[in-house]
């Protein structure tokens, strides 16, 4: 398909088990972002790519949070020894050019559950 | 501190009634002005962009204005199938960050 594709689409760990999500962007989308969305709310900003450099990653909640796009297409978010405030669905968007207000196209993201 | 307030937070409409959504914000230099629509088990789908107040937009049903300070979105006539989460999103001046709203969950009644 031609959209932001992420999986798994859910994802079910246990407490201090460390999980990795991926988010396939549209071809040639330069920007990236990753967002978590807590239910009933909306999206909040985790970090963002412009190719392959992570030029803003002020949202990432700890330390445990990672983010990579070594190649400036697939991108992977990782959590580390997770916790059960980790629960949330992440999404990832993608944007055709860098540092352009223009519209965000969205995944459907990653549904993750910590037990 | 950039904010984005989203009201209200649920509204129930019947079928062809008309209404407003509002979305208020405060950043220092609005770069653009997002709505989206979500529907559940989904992410975001692109509706609107405005970039300057006096701005608008229109697409079927919905019209999207904005101010200094907010945004609406005027559904005219709904129907049942206008049923979703109605997001916006404000776009800060160096362009990485979006700042969303907690959004209005729109229920529409046949």
């Known amino acids: 398909g031609a959209g932001v594709s992420q999986s798994p689409r859910y994802k079910v760990a246990k407490r201090g088990q460390d999980v990795a999500l991926r988010c396939d962007p549209i071809?040639?989308?330069?920007?990236l972002f990753w967002y978590q969305q807590a239910l009933g709310q909306g999206p909040e900003f985790l970090t963002y790519f412009q190719n392959e450099a992570q030029l803003d990653k002020s949202g990432l909640p700890s330390d445990r949070f990672f983010a990579e796009r070594p190649e400036g297409s697939v991108s992977t978010l990782k959590i580390q020894r997770t916790q059960q405030e980790d629960s949330a669905v992440y999404l990832c968007?993608?944007?055709?050019?860098?540092?352009?207000?223009?519209?965000?196209?969205f995944g459907d993201g990653t549904r993750l559950s910590i037990l | 501190e950039d904010q984005v307030t989203q009201s209200p937070e649920a509204l129930r409409l019947q079928e062809g009634e008309s209404s407003s959504l509002n979305c208020s914000y405060t950043v220092s230099g609005l770069r653009g002005l997002f709505w989206y629509r979500q529907d559940p088990g989904k992410g975001p789908e692109f509706l609107f962009t405005?970039?300057?107040a006096g701005e608008e937009k229109e697409k079927e049903r919905l019209k999207a204005t904005l101010t200094k300070k907010e945004s609406f979105l005027h559904i005219t006539a709904p129907k049942p199938e206008d049923s979703a989460t109605y997001l916006c999103a404000v776009q800060v001046p160096n362009f990485n960050k979006f700042y969303f709203g907690s959004g209005t969950k729109l229920n529409v009644k046949p």
């Open positions: 071809s040639g989308h330069v920007s």
């Open positions: 405005l970039y300057s």
């Open positions: 968007a993608s944007s055709p050019q860098a540092r352009s207000n223009q519209p965000q196209h």
